[in-house]
């Protein structure tokens, strides 16, 4: 179960997002900075937009029509399966212990990769996956919540919540800020890396 000093007094949260500082050690920290700088990143595209982030995903990948996009030569091709690696095993079962969640629920698993001046926008995690649960490595960035915004109105960012997400912290999105919530980094300013596992919806 989510452990009881989680909820120590801090800055005001979305509803239902956990933080965790100091999830890792530095030690840990650099271990898998190690694993992750030799992986192939490559940028995504979904549908007409090429993100300028760049990932690496294992595990399931039950979003269709998305594609990896060569960096250099423009070439796309389909999402690869790659299967969990020790690192992200040995990961996923920290997560595992902290939020309570049987770690083989958690199917998939991102790598990704922000250099300086890389935003992600504001968009809701496709409907296919449940919690998401996001490491942070290398640097902080600055993360944004706001209440999505009803069929036909325009989004409300005056009611929007700021998460810094220190490097090796730990955030889970589930429940509300999951489901009713749309979150987004502004770019950062200096290279950070991310790893986000996340458990599918069950049937
Ligand atoms: O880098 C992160 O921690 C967030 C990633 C994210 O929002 C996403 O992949 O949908």
Same mark, same amino acid.
């Given at each position: 179960?989510?452990?009881?000093?989680?909820? %120590?007094?801090?800055?005001?949260?979305?509803?239902?997002?956990?933080?965790?500082?100091?999830?890792?050690?530095?030690?840990?920290?650099?271990?898998?900075?190690?694993?992750?700088?030799?992986?192939?990143?490559?940028?995504?595209?979904?549908?007409?937009? +090429?993100?300028?982030?760049?990932?690496?995903?294992?595990? %399931?990948?039950?979003?269709?029509?998305?594609?990896?996009?060569?960096?250099?030569?423009?070439?796309?091709?389909?999402?690869?399966?790659?299967?969990?690696?020790?690192? /992200?095993?040995?990961?996923?079962?920290?997560?595992?212990?902290?939020?309570?969640?049987?770690?083989?629920?958690?199917?998939?698993?991102?790598?990704?990769?922000?250099?300086?001046? +890389?935003?992600?926008?504001? $968009?809701?995690?496709?409907?296919? $996956?449940?919690?998401?649960?996001?490491?942070?490595? =290398?640097?902080?960035?600055?993360?944004?919540?706001?209440?999505?915004?009803?069929?036909?109105?325009?989004?409300?960012?005056? =009611?929007?919540?700021?998460?810094?997400?220190?490097?090796?912290?730990?955030?889970?999105?589930?429940?509300?800020?999951?489901?009713?919530?749309? $979150? $987004?980094?502004?770019?950062?300013?200096?290279?950070?890396?991310? /790893?986000?596992?996340?458990?599918?919806?069950?049937?």
């Amino acid at each position: 179960m989510i452990q009881p000093d989680f909820f %120590s007094a801090g800055p005001a949260l979305p509803p239902d997002l956990l933080y965790r500082p100091d999830f890792l050690s530095a030690e840990e920290e650099s271990a898998l900075l190690e694993e992750i700088r030799p992986l192939g990143f490559r940028r995504a595209r979904f549908q007409q937009y +090429t993100a300028l982030r760049r990932v690496v995903r294992f595990g %399931s990948e039950s979003v269709p029509n998305r594609v990896w996009v060569d960096k250099e030569s423009e070439e796309e091709e389909a999402f690869p399966r790659i299967d969990f690696p020790p690192f /992200i095993l040995a990961l996923r079962e920290r997560i595992a212990a902290f939020t309570g969640i049987p770690a083989a629920r958690f199917e998939h698993g991102l790598v990704t990769e922000y250099q300086p001046g +890389t935003p992600i926008g504001w $968009h809701r995690d496709a409907p296919n $996956h449940e919690t998401v649960a996001g490491i942070s490595l =290398q640097n902080a960035c600055r993360m944004r919540f706001r209440p999505l915004p009803r069929r036909g109105s325009k989004p409300d960012s005056s =009611q929007a919540i700021e998460v810094v997400l220190e490097p090796r912290s730990l955030y889970v999105m589930r429940d509300e800020v999951r489901w009713n919530w749309q $979150h $987004h980094i502004p770019a950062v300013k200096s290279l950070r890396y991310s /790893i986000t596992m996340r458990t599918q919806v069950r049937p």
